[in-house]
């Protein structure tokens, strides 16, 4: 997990140091997908990006589904796991902070909601990625795995249709969102997970019983 760790907060640098040093902070490929995404689809697509920016922040992805994941945490994997997973949450959204006051990049100028300061990551794509992989160390299923990238490429994608952010702020924040996650896991899972989360549950078949039987 530390090698796959690394390895995302070395994509996410590399990005925010080509973002940062683009031109006024604008790339081609940025430039290629806002024009195919920003607006596209009309109604129907804007609309469930709307959705998904409340999921994603406000009273609703501040309070509500953080609290909602820890009841969740709570009643499968005890205490110790919603104190993991809460801190891997703050700890991502605190490099965000940070990415995004030292990289300063602008939004596009065509924004269909108001957001905050700092273009590069995104927040609400490193969040969903955030909550993605924690449920996956704790719950290490495929179908875990596909619906936590389906999430977050949902989230991204909505991101860029609403005009918040550019194609590689998303990518970045996907990156900070897992990377954070995973480097929290190697810290805590131990303590949380004192038996292993990340291996799969034992067969509940019985032992062939040892010796030759006779």
Not at 12 to 17: K, Q, S
Not at 66 to 76: E, G
Not at 158 to 184: K, N
């Amino acid at each position: 997990m530390v090698l796959g760790a690394a390895g995302l907060l070395v994509v996410a640098a590399a990005l925010g140091l080509w973002v940062y040093s683009a031109p006024g902070g604008e790339t081609a490929v940025d430039h290629w997908w806002h024009d195919l995404a920003a607006g596209g689809g009309g109604a129907p697509l804007v609309g469930f990006s709307l959705v998904m920016d409340y999921v994603g922040a406000g009273w609703a992805g501040v309070l509500a589904v953080p609290l909602l994941i820890a009841a969740f945490l709570l009643w499968r994997r005890g205490w110790k796991a919603v104190v993991f997973a809460l801190t891997a949450c703050a700890c991502s959204a605190l490099v965000v902070q940070l990415a995004k006051h030292v990289v300063a990049r602008a939004r596009p100028e065509d924004m269909l909601v108001l957001s905050d300061f700092g273009s590069f990551p995104s927040g609400h794509t490193a969040n969903a990625a955030t909550v993605a992989a924690i449920l996956w160390l704790l719950f290490p299923r495929m179908r875990v795995l596909v619906l936590g990238l389906l999430w977050i490429v949902l989230m991204a994608f909505s991101r860029t249709v609403l005009a918040v952010h550019w194609l590689t702020d998303t990518v970045g924040g996907a990156a900070v969102g897992i990377a954070t996650a995973l480097l929290c896991g190697v810290c805590l899972l131990p303590w949380a997970e004192p038996q292993g989360a990340l291996r799969p549950e034992a067969s509940s078949a019985p032992e062939p019983a040892s010796g030759s039987g006779l």
